[in-house]
């Protein structure tokens, strides 16, 4: 329907063969967004639907008088293919409570002679009646030898736990067909017997040891049916008895620990024990990369994490110096890296990266000498470091890390410009910064350490100045960006302020921006106004953002502000030639 206040809900077919659609219109405001017009408007209806040639029935009303119809009759009317006709057979089955009904029933599921479709139908009757012995005949009906029956039995069983059919189920999880397996893990989920954890564990293990072996038939079946695990998990948690869990937390097997630890943590979130969290830090990947995912919400367990990082840092530099180290099993750096981002707030945790960092100068943090500067030591304090990546680094590092920028500038400068440097605490390190940047040589150098300074405008350097304000408007776009990036961490000079005001004609917008934001922050109101009378001549400042100009002279005097409206106006209006155009063009029209 191409309306919108068209809401179908329910389709039902009536007794001659026609649908009867509902629509509820205005009405049905659930889930629905477009649900928004008002009731009185769009008061809904029911309407029928018919194929245009349909030959209509002529005895619509054939339906039985079902107080004559024999059990026997009863039990063949469930198959009849008037839905309105099954449906009451099955209704007036239960409210007789015959038992003849359940044997009937459960001899044509049995009967390998009929269609699967008849056999589902009956065990459906079997489940619509729900009595006792209905029930019963639904468990002995898991052992019927067809996947399609024997799934629909349980399904059947598990709408109505029972109990009784606990073994069967169980054993079924040995069948082979995924399908099977779900729906038998789904109903030991629902019965929820705290036996059947195991058998529900035995096959996570299979299912995980075909595809580490990939044996071709096993692993078929693994890939076939890849929520067959994830179905056992979940009927363990609707079992939801922690304390049977527990016992695989030590398993020789790697995926049930892991799954042991999955389930608990979601049955009581937070109470992990610490020791389970640290035997999988030091575990298999998969477990490991678990442990350390929890870890990140508990960053009480600090004090007890930290000393082991601390040994597999020590086992990593042994290793790489030859020194019989061998491999050292346990997380990355990058994930430790990782989880110190969540504990960075954590004074023990700064004080332990500031130690890594302070033992490459050979000195440790209480003071007492160590080894002589390292390089691979250096770059694991580094690595550990950027857990504060983007943002200030804490205070207690901040000494260490001028001592660092002093004696090893090539790897410390470039790693300063992954941090927020510009807060009131960081500005001993740039001034530190700022001497080895005058101290050294090398243009090229020089230039690549002046990139780690923060975005402000703060070392002086006037012949520096000058040659990247010539750099900024000559249009060479390999050094442009280059210029301007730089040029924004430098104490602007008077002149260079001259050379950008004077090339402003050469820049493209984007220069042309960095060049406007560069003269306007001298604070000279004369330059000022020597830019804003040379922008309103300049066709490519017609390239530039809406409101630009009047945002970057918002703080400036009212005179400048007044000025930059005017030039923002000019910019946005046509141009001569064009407006005559369009009026001419506009005087043709009819």
Same mark, same amino acid.
């Not at 009929?114 to 459906?124: G, H, I, K, S």
């Not at 101290?439 to 990139?451: E, G, M, T």
């Not at 918002?554 to 209006?573: G, W, Y």
């Given at each position: ?14 007794? =001659? ?60 009317? /469930? ?25 009937? #029933? ?67 999880? =040995? ?15 629902? /019965? ?61 097997? #790697? ?189 090229? /150098? ?15 350097? =006037? ?8 750099? #900024? ?118």
């Amino acid at each position: 329907a191409d309306r919108i206040d068209f809401h179908p809900t329910d389709v039902i077919e009536d007794a =001659d063969g026609s649908l009867l659609i509902v629509d509820t219109g205005g009405w049905y405001a659930l889930c629905c967004p477009t649900s928004r017009v008002d009731q009185q408007t769009a008061a809904g209806g029911i309407y029928r639907l018919r194929p245009r040639k349909a030959v209509p029935r002529t005895t619509p009303a054939a339906t039985p008088v079902w107080s004559d119809v024999s059990i026997e009759q009863l039990v063949e009317l /469930i198959h009849d293919g008037r839905p309105w006709v099954s449906r009451m057979a099955l209704l007036t089955l239960r409210e007789r409570g015959d038992e003849r009904a359940v044997w009937l #029933l459960s001899e044509q599921v049995t009967d390998a002679s009929r269609l699967v479709e008849r056999r589902l139908a009956a065990l459906w009757g079997l489940s619509w009646i729900g009595s006792e012995v209905a029930l019963e005949s639904l468990a002995r009906l898991l052992d019927v030898s067809h996947p399609h029956v024997q799934h629909a039995a349980c399904q059947a069983i598990a709408v109505h736990r029972v109990t009784a059919a606990r073994s069967q189920l169980e054993a079924l999880l =040995d069948s082979g067909e995924p399908s099977v397996q779900r729906a038998a893990a789904e109903a030991l989920g629902r /019965i929820g017997n705290a036996s059947s954890i195991a058998p529900l564990m035995a096959l996570i293990a299979r299912l995980e040891s075909a595809g580490v072996k990939g044996n071709n038939a096993d692993l078929a079946q693994a890939n076939s049916d890849r929520v067959l695990s994830h179905s056992c998990q979940y009927a363990i948690l609707e079992i939801n008895q922690p304390a049977q869990l527990e016992a695989y937390l030590a398993a020789d097997d #790697l995926q049930q620990r892991l799954v042991a630890m999955q389930l608990l943590e979601q049955l009581r979130p937070g109470e992990l024990a610490a020791e389970v969290i640290l035997r999988a830090v030091q575990g298999e990947p998969a477990e490991r990369a678990f442990a350390m995912s929890l870890l990140q919400d508990r960053s009480e367990l600090a004090g007890q994490v930290l000393p082991l990082l601390d040994v597999q840092l020590r086992q990593a530099l042994s290793s790489e110096a030859g020194q019989g180290g061998g491999a050292h099993p346990g997380p990355k750096l990058s994930e430790w890296t990782g989880l110190l981002v969540a504990w960075r707030d954590q004074e023990s945790v700064q004080q332990f990266v500031t130690g890594q960092l302070a033992a490459c100068l050979g000195e440790l943090v209480n003071g007492e000498p160590g080894q002589d500067l390292d390089q691979s030591q250096l770059a694991q304090g580094l690595a550990l470091a950027e857990a504060w990546r983007n943002s200030e680094l804490p205070d207690s590092m901040l000494p260490v890390v001028e001592r660092l920028v002093m004696s090893e500038p090539q790897a410390m400068m470039p790693w300063l410009a992954k941090f927020d440097l510009a807060g009131e605490a960081m500005q001993t390190l740039v001034a530190a910064m700022h001497t080895m940047i005058g101290n050294c040589s090398d243009p090229v /150098i020089q230039r690549q350490w002046l990139a780690s300074l923060p975005a402000v405008q703060g070392y002086r350097d =006037d012949v520096l100045v000058g040659q990247l304000a010539e750099a #900024l408007v000559q249009g060479d776009v390999a050094v442009v960006k280059e210029a301007g990036e730089l040029l924004r961490r430098l104490q602007l000079t008077s002149a260079a302020a001259e050379t950008i005001l004077n090339g402003l004609e050469r820049c493209a917008a984007p220069e042309l921006m960095r060049g406007m934001e560069l003269v306007s922050s001298l604070g000279n109101e004369e330059l000022d106004r020597r830019l804003l009378d040379r922008l309103a001549q300049l066709p490519t400042a017609r390239a530039l953002p809406q409101n630009f100009v009047v945002n970057l002279y918002r703080s400036k005097s009212a005179l400048l502000l007044q000025q930059a409206r005017k030039v923002e106006e000019q910019l946005v209006a046509p141009s001569d030639d064009v407006a005559s155009v369009v009026a001419a063009t506009l005087k043709t029209l009819p």
